[in-house]
């Protein structure tokens, strides 16, 4: 990506211009189908763990209320026409075998597999007797429930039990006159209760991960609020430690040298500008602690309203001059052709180094700023004097970073440079007393006839 592509991107994000949000929740409950499965699957997950028990038992009434007429007034015949021998045993067995195939169906859910495999048991039991009882549907419950909520290993073989129980059935225990469509017909019951059992599972699982995503998208949505919030607080923070710590540098400035002449004129005011001075270097202070809660290790490019630029640098090295700092300044190369971004990087750069310039060399010195532009580069050196020898208040020409370490002003001249691939050095000048600043921006400028500038 090139330096112009990733300086767009990140000025997007500090806009706030990012992916739209995501829906979240209220898109998915408004769609007709997905809505409605959510809304019923969640009533019915709410009454069950309420009430546990209240499903169980009306299953189990179900097959004993399909079972009692057949057991109250029954003739005994069997699904396919065929007469049983229940006539032979004695009038309770039924009711037994009714009760030990519906009772199960209460832990079905609790315990599916045993469930099944103890109903597999009792109505191959009664098969054997030559009994068919409608309470048998219970194993094709207990099929269905082992489907959807039992283990898939065990699965395969309940189904092989039952297809074995059915073919015992049909072709040994119990004689039928027609035992292919009995064998179809059964086994396309256990084939129905596999099925759909396995399709609600399925289904549940779905849902599940629809409701998951949608979590998801719902914190990823909340979290990219939060970073754009972030991202425009730290523009915030860096444009205010731009303007205002180097407006407040000029005044602290002014303030100094203003006192020092009436103090040499022996005018009352020299007292009240020695303490508009400290109060202005106070305000400093607290300005470069309130932005250092805001501030992240990120730069973004540009804002919403005009910044900067090249043509500025007048303005800013007049300010710096009224303040007592001798500024010479030169330009080579055609700078006017320079994209927005990259001056308003230059100037900003030029501006902290002035700043730093005034805070710590002092009015006393001297600085020249040379801004040069040649084809894919452009060249930024600010380099100071120093503090006059003896002058009070002024840090140590190899010392300027402040007790805390570097402050914001170099840092952000880092970032700024490392938007454009630049190299930055900070130091000591090697030929004398005094501060340097040199960066070297990799960016592509339309070449124009040099020329220098002096004023």
């Given amino acids: 990506m090139s330096p112009e592509h990733a300086a767009a991107a990140a000025a997007d994000t500090a806009r706030g211009t990012a992916l739209p949000p995501s829906p979240g929740f209220d898109a998915v409950w408004a769609h007709p189908v997905l809505g409605r499965l959510l809304r019923g699957r969640r009533d019915r997950q709410r009454l069950d763990r309420r009430h546990p028990w ?95 909520q039992g283990s898939l290993r065990v699965l395969g073989w309940a189904v092989a039990v039952a297809a074995t129980n059915v073919l015992l059935a049909v072709l040994v225990l119990v004689p039928v006159d027609h035992p292919l469509p009995g064998v179809f017909f059964l086994l396309g019951t256990v084939t129905a209760a596999t099925a759909v059992g396995l399709t609600l599972r399925i289904r549940a699982m779905y849902l599940a991960a629809l409701e998951d995503r949608t979590r998801r998208l719902e914190v990823e949505h909340q979290q990219r609020v939060r970073l754009t919030a972030a991202a425009e607080r730290s523009r915030v923070a860096r444009e205010m430690h731009d303007i205002v710590g180097h407006n407040l540098s000029v005044m602290v400035s002014v303030a100094d040298g203003a006192a020092t002449l009436a103090t040499n004129r022996r005018e009352q005011s020299a007292e009240a500008l020695r303490i508009l001075g400290d109060t202005g270097r106070q305000a400093m202070d607290e300005l470069r602690r309130v932005l250092g809660v805001l501030r992240e290790e990120r730069e973004h490019a540009r804002s919403l309203s005009p910044q900067p630029g090249i043509r500025d640098l007048d303005p800013l090295l007049t300010r710096v001059r009224a303040a007592g700092l001798a500024v010479t300044y030169r330009t080579v190369g055609g700078l006017d052709a320079l994209g927005d971004g990259v001056q308003l990087t230059v100037y900003r750069i030029v501006q902290e180094a002035l700043t730093n310039t005034l805070k710590h060399a002092g009015t006393g010195s001297a600085a020249e700023v040379t801004v040069a532009t040649d084809t894919g580069t452009v060249r930024i050196r600010i380099a100071d004097t120093g503090p006059p020898p003896g002058a009070p208040g002024t840090a140590p020409t190899g010392s300027r970073t402040g007790a805390d370490g570097p402050g914001h002003g170099l840092v952000g001249i880092r970032q700024r440079a490392a938007m454009y691939g630049g190299t930055v050095t900070i130091g000591p000048r090697d030929t004398g007393p005094g501060w340097i600043v040199e960066v070297v921006l990799d960016v592509p400028s339309a070449p124009a006839a040099p020329g220098e500038h002096l004023p």
């Fill in 54 to 148: 209240l499903l169980d038992t009306a299953v189990v009434l179900f097959v004993v209320g399909v079972s009692l007429p057949d057991l109250l007034w029954g003739g005994g015949a069997s699904p396919f026409g065929d007469t049983d021998s229940r006539g032979l045993l004695p009038s309770a067995v039924p009711f037994v075998f009714t009760a030990a195939l519906a009772m199960p169906l209460w832990w079905r859910r609790r315990a599916p597999a045993a469930t099944f495999f103890v109903i597999a048991l009792v109505s191959l039991t009664q098969w054997s007797l030559g009994l068919w009882l409608p309470a048998g549907i219970s194993a094709l419950v207990a099929l269905y429930t082992l489907a959807r």
